[in-house]
């Protein structure tokens, strides 16, 4: 089985700090995927409701659903560049035995993405209609998570990889693997409970100027991400006890900062349902946000973990340079400045 | 042979890196340079106070952002997808030599979509001079972004003084950088006048569409010939492998250049009607073609790029098929398939010769050609070809067409991969043998390299039989033991001991049948029904003139570098032909 592991090139430079990039970035990504499901999908609902509220929900999310797209896929960028430099050999073996889906997934993306350009810019024209067309962006971003969750579970078993000399046309997909469903899951039913959240949030946003409006969004946001919340809750104790056990035992106590991380985890998601049932928006979205943070941390050891066998970070050998990432953190930081200016100049005008 | 190989033989990997970074490139260069034209448009109409104008640039904006936003970004992130994909290894190398590059580039693009987010739905609402700044940001963020990705593209043709320092600025500010940069920013304003010709054609209103048709045929026009000096320049420094394979040693480039420029030549002219004569006549088939043939001239050249660095993926480090020099070496010492990760055989041998082949080719050749496809399928390239032939070519394949990269393994795996495509591919038996000699001569070599050879060759016994003829030969043949101990006398028949004797008269010179030379030097490339046509009422003197210099019928032929004799034999053979014979 390891020497099927393609060797990995160099890195230049700690992979502390890579990790650490890939620990910042891809939480942001979540926190936006889960936006977008959410969104798309309360959306989807408030199109089969009646009464002319429901709709103007249903429009609002519209507006925002491109832009958030937009950013779901530019904050996936960041993470998967951090993820191919520390785990290059197994996630690019994994995506090319799963080729087909993989690739797919562009084309997917495109077509979904243009469905909630034409679900906004078209929304009164395509009046009922516009139902099936956010209903397939719906359908296709709950296809690709599924891919997704495919290929960042096939990465870590290499063990599973012969399956390439039966196949070798890309079409393999890590159905035999008893994490799936339930890490799909968690991803998808976590992601619209958040989704909920952002929802309750963008009407909040609103208050001002359409409160009536805000107060649906508000309810029926928070209701969805209440009800998930449960829901994520036991899927995510079905989540730990499918790991194999090794895995499993490190947040039993077998390795001390992973075992915190599950105690926090814990706290965080009790201090969001009680912040929910307060109807406390902000402060259940800074316990999300932790939430999340935490969650990601977990699922680095989860990854760290199933591969510790054959790879730990620390034998990627490190050739330094390190002023181009200097440059990086420079040209990030003008960057983020120059989005403040934006955002701010946006919000004046508006 | 350190990932594993996506394989669909008829379609291939490198077709869809072909589609999806040849829409992409189209759409991206788009996104740069439209970002300027809109703030130019947009200040035209502040300058002229029209608000026609600005109703323009905003419905123009419109369209730039579905354009960019979703293609563009997306087919962006396809690329990366896909040349992981289809070439993990040269992906991988990429990834984690400029992965701070890349991260500085995805800076660029998070400014970029902000301020095209901001800049559209702003329009008109927020105060023209913040507007027009907004406007300066997306553009600067914009080509920010070229100037990176350029950075990793041009190194990828010509890396320069990194091959020695593996210096991350070194190979970024590579000897194609200046030249590739500016060619592709004066492209990116070229293009922003081609889509904007789109959009006017829509204008219902003709005063309008004709003063933007005219202001957008201005950018093409200045950006196009803007482009052609950096164009020069960009020549110039290419390496000289790269400059011959783009003057014309490689079939493809050719192809594609003379595409790019019938296509560069229409949107000229096109646009130099629309701009000085007619913009009346911009409607939307006439902006449609306009923009296909910037499609066809971006195509030409990007695909001419990627073709120019070959057989490379990034020149002079990975061979087009993700093997690096010193794996080849490896492989030419222990074998390919044993220091590939991803084969499932290990060894050569008589019963797999086929099976091993095929893995052979999956990872050397299958990053270029398909198996009965239509992308530079191996199937008809390897028509003419014998078993025999085929050995030969793969185990001198480099040197015979530089743009292939050389075989990586040992002679048995050579003949593997020979077996599979001869034997497997077209059917036809894999024997080691000559094809069946027509002359007396060439059955005599044969006679002399089964019965004498393993002691002795031609050479070491010709200064004895100086001055002998036929029946003095004859006479020793029957009498070998006589000559020398060792030896029996000749036991052949009576036709054979014929043809030997012809053979030793001629003085070694074996190979001279027309029909195999033709084989083992020509029929790689093309067999002799393609270019029979062209040598009609050529005679035999011509052709043997023309074989000294192939180089200047094609380019991409090498003179032909046979001894005199040789040259003969192949001149009789191609001269027989011609006149109506052998097929």
């Known amino acids: ?27 942001l990504h979540i926190i936006l995927m889960n936006a977008m499901l959410g969104s798309a999908i309360i959306a989807l609902y408030a199109r089969f409701r009646s009464g002319e509220l429901w709709t103007r929900l249903s429009e609002d999310l519209a507006k925002a659903l491109p832009l958030i797209v937009a950013f779901t896929i530019n904050f996936g960028v960041a993470p998967l560049l951090f993820v191919q430099v520390l785990y290059g050999q197994f996630i690019y073996t994994s995506s090319i035995l799963m080729g087909v889906f993989w690739l797919s997934i562009i084309l997917l993306l495109i077509v979904a993405y243009y469905c909630t350009y034409l679900f906004d810019f078209k929304f009164a024209a395509l009046g009922q209609a516009g139902k099936w067309i956010i209903g397939l962006a719906v359908v296709i971003f709950l296809g690709i998570a599924f891919l997704f969750s495919n290929n960042m579970t096939l990465m870590l078993r290499p063990g599973e990889w012969s399956l390439y000399w039966q196949n070798s046309g890309g079409t393999i997909l890590n159905l035999g693997d008893v994490t799936l469903w339930p890490r799909y899951l968690h991803f998808i039913v976590g992601g619209t409970a958040v989704g909920g959240l952002a929802v309750a949030l963008i009407g909040k946003f609103k208050a001002k100027r359409d409160p009536e409006l805000a107060e649906l969004a508000v309810t029926v946001g928070m209701r969805v991400f209440t009800v998930l919340t449960f829901v994520q809750i036991a899927i995510g104790f079905w989540f730990l006890l499918a790991l194999d056990k090794p895995v499993m035992m490190m947040f039993m106590g077998e390795n001390m900062l992973a075992t915190v991380l599950l105690l926090a985890g814990i706290m965080l998601a009790i201090g969001v349902l009680w912040a929910a049932s307060k109807k406390k928006v902000y402060l259940a979205a800074a316990h999300v946000i932790a939430l999340l943070y935490v969650m990601t941390f977990m699922r680095a050891f989860v990854r760290a973990g199933y591969l510790q066998e054959v790879y730990t970070l620390d034998m990627l050998q490190v050739i330094p340079q390190y002023s181009p990432m200097i440059v990086f953190f420079v040209v990030l930081v003008a960057g983020l400045a120059t989005v403040v200016w934006l955002v701010r100049q946006a919000v004046e005008a508006a | 042979m350190n990932y594993p190989v996506w394989y669909l033989p008829t ?12 829409t992409h490139v189209f759409v991206s260069h788009f996104a740069v340079g439209g970002g300027l034209y809109l703030i130019f448009a ?4 502040l300058r002229r106070n029209s608000q026609a104008i600005l109703d323009f640039t905003k419905k123009h904006a419109k369209f730039f952002i579905l354009i960019t936003l979703v293609f563009g970004s997306m087919t962006g992130v396809g690329i990366w997808f896909i040349i992981a994909l289809a070439s993990a290894g040269g992906t991988s190398l990429l990834i984690h030599n400029f992965v701070f590059g890349w991260a500085i580039e995805w800076v660029f693009f998070v400014v970029e979509i902000v301020a095209a987010f901001v800049y559209f739905y702003t329009f008109g609402k927020m105060k023209p001079s913040t507007h027009q700044a907004v406007g300066w940001v997306y553009f600067g963020a914009a080509w920010a972004s070229l100037f990176i990705i350029n950075g990793i593209l041009s190194f990828m043709l010509t890396p320069g003084a990194w091959l020695e320092s593996g210096n991350f600025w070194i190979g970024f500010f590579n000897p194609t950088f200046w030249p590739s940069l500016f060619f592709r920013t004066f492209i990116a304003t070229m293009l922003a006048g081609v889509y904007a010709f789109l959009t006017c054609s829509f204008l219902r209103d003709g005063e309008l569409k004709k003063t933007m048709t005219r202001f957008s045929g201005w950018w093409v026009l200045v950006s196009f010939l803007a482009s052609i000096p ?5 020549l110039n420094v290419l390496p000289e492998p790269a400059r011959d394979l783009v003057a014309g040693k490689s079939p493809t480039i050719q192809t594609a250049l003379d595409y790019g420029l019938y296509a560069i030549g229409l949107v000229f002219v096109l646009s130099l009607v629309l701009t000085l004569i007619r913009p009346a006549l911009n409607v939307k088939p006439v902006a449609f073609l306009i923009m296909m043939g910037a499609f066809v001239f971006l195509g030409a050249f990007e695909w001419s790029r990627e073709a120019a660095r070959r057989p490379f993926v990034i020149n002079q480090v990975m061979y087009s ?13 222990v074998g390919f398939l044993q220091s590939a990760k991803w084969t499932s055989i290990r060894e050569v041998t008589p019963e797999n010769l086929q099976q091993a082949g095929a893995e052979i080719f999956q990872h050397q050749c299958y990053a270029c050609h398909t198996v009965n496809g239509w992308n530079n399928d191996i199937v008809p390239l390897t028509e003419s070809m014998s078993y025999r032939a085929m050995v030969s070519y793969i185990q001198t394949i480099h040197e015979k067409r530089y743009f292939m990269p ?20 077209h059917g036809k038996e894999i024997v080691m043998a000559a094809p069946v000699a027509e002359s007396a001569v060439a059955r005599g070599a044969l006679v002399f390299e089964e019965s004498c050879s393993a002691c002795h060759g031609y050479d070491a016994i010709a200064p004895s039989m100086a001055g002998w003829n036929a029946d003095r030969i004859r006479e020793a043949l029957d009498n070998l033991s006589q000559l020398n101990e060792m030896m029996e006398d000749f036991s052949g028949t009576t036709a054979e001991k014929e043809a030997l004797t012809q053979y030793l008269l001629t003085g070694g010179e074996v190979a001279t049948d027309g029909a195999v030379l033709f084989e083992e030097n020509c029929s790689m490339c093309h067999g002799l029904a393609e270019i029979r ?14 074989l000294d210099n192939l180089s200047a019928i094609n380019q991409m032929m090498e003179d032909y570098d046979g001894t005199p004799s040789e040259k003969d034999a192949l001149a009789d053979y191609l001269a027989a032909a011609v006149a109506g014979g052998d097929q």
């Not at chain 1, 592991?5 to 939480?27: A, E, H, R, Y």
């Open chain 1, 1 to 27: 089985m390891s020497d099927m592991i393609p060797t990995p090139d160099t890195i230049p430079v700690s992979w502390g700090f890579l990790q650490f990039l890939l620990l910042l970035t891809f939480p």
């Open chain 2, 11 to 22: 379609i291939g990997g490198a077709f869809f890196i072909a589609l999806i970074a040849i």
């Open chain 2, 42 to 45: 947009e200040r035209l109409g």
């Open chain 2, 230 to 234: 950096f164009g020069y320049w960009y």
């Open chain 2, 321 to 333: 098929n993700g093997l690096m020099p010193v794996d080849v070496e490896k492989a030419n010492a």
């Open chain 2, 406 to 425: 050389p075989f990586a393994g040992t002679d048995a795996e050579a003949q593997a991969l020979a077996a599979y495509l001869v034997g497997g591919l």
């Open chain 2, 533 to 546: 046509p062209g040598m009609v009422g050529w005679d035999r003197a011509k052709i043997r003139q023309s």
